[in-house]
T-cell receptor
Framework: TQLLEQSPQFLSIQEGENLTVYCNSSSVFSSLQWYRQEPGEGPVLLVTVVTGGEVKKLKRLTFQFGDARKDSSLHITAAQPGDTGLYLCAGAGGSQGNLIFGKGTKLSVKP | DAGVIQSPRHEVTEMGQEVTLRCKPISGHDYLFWYRQTMMRGLELLIYFNNNVPIDDSGMPEDRFSAKMPNASFSTLKIQPSEPRDSAVYFC????????????FGPGTRLLVL
């Protein structure tokens, strides 16, 4: 069974701080995605990484896919209250159509 | 373009009643997923369809849960009889066939069973 473990589970920081959240597995994924979910809404895709070692930047967010395609990290620089939400990583395992979701990191950025 | 549409957005019912949740996926998407989200268990995949055919229903908790997809533009998730432990947010998502399987989620149905 493929599992994705995310850490930390909860994170509360002040505006302007930097943070990193992690997504780890013992399984290899063909691609990995990060979603953000705001209260009362469904998750929304932020980024997809496909190649081992790949780094993608989305404004103040930096996403990295591990060389072995088993793990990923999300780094936020100078966090803002608008970054508050639940961050979910999701892996695509192969020919099946589904994604494997982690349980998420709940981020709170206080002004 | 319309995204994934779910109805109702909120449902409050009493234990033992039948609950039907509805979903309209994005036009042209081949896959449809039903998820349940709770604080304790996170986002759980219940069942998913490919071209209207159920592919994996191993996440369906028990026989009280059933899902159908009679055509490419409509799916239902039914709980009968409902129990308080079924209280959760239920999401429907759809995606296209392809290597990169981006899922587009609806706004969810918040279910409370009293």
């Amino acid at each position: 069974t493929q599992l994705l473990e995310q850490s930390p589970q909860f994170l509360s920081i002040q505006e302007g701080e930097n943070l990193t959240v992690y997504c780890n597995s013992s399984s290899v994924f063909s691609s990995l995605q990060w979603y953000r979910q705001e209260p009362g809404e469904g998750p929304v895709l932020l980024v997809t990484v496909v190649t081992g070692g790949e780094v993608k930047k989305l404004k103040r967010l930096t996403f990295q896919f591990g060389d072995a395609r088993k793990d990923s990290s999300l780094h936020i620089t100078a966090a803002q209250p608008g970054d508050t939400g639940l961050y979910l990583c999701a892996g695509a395992g192969g020919s099946q159509g589904n994604l494997i979701f982690g349980k998420g990191t709940k981020l709170s950025v206080k002004p | 373009d319309a995204g994934v549409i779910q109805s109702p957005r909120h449902e409050v019912t009493e234990m033992g009643q039948e609950v039907t949740l509805r979903c309209k996926p994005i036009s042209g998407h081949d896959y449809l997923f039903w998820y349940r989200q709770t604080m304790m268990r996170g986002l759980e995949l219940l069942i998913y369809f490919n071209n209207n055919v159920p592919i994996d229903d191993s996440g369906m908790p028990e026989d009280r849960f059933s899902a159908k997809m009679p055509n490419a533009s409509f799916s239902t998730l039914k709980i009968q009889p409902s129990e308080p432990r079924d209280s959760a947010v239920y999401f429907c998502a759809s995606s296209r066939q392809g290597v990169v399987k981006t899922q587009y989620f609806g706004p969810g149905t918040r279910l409370l069973v009293l």
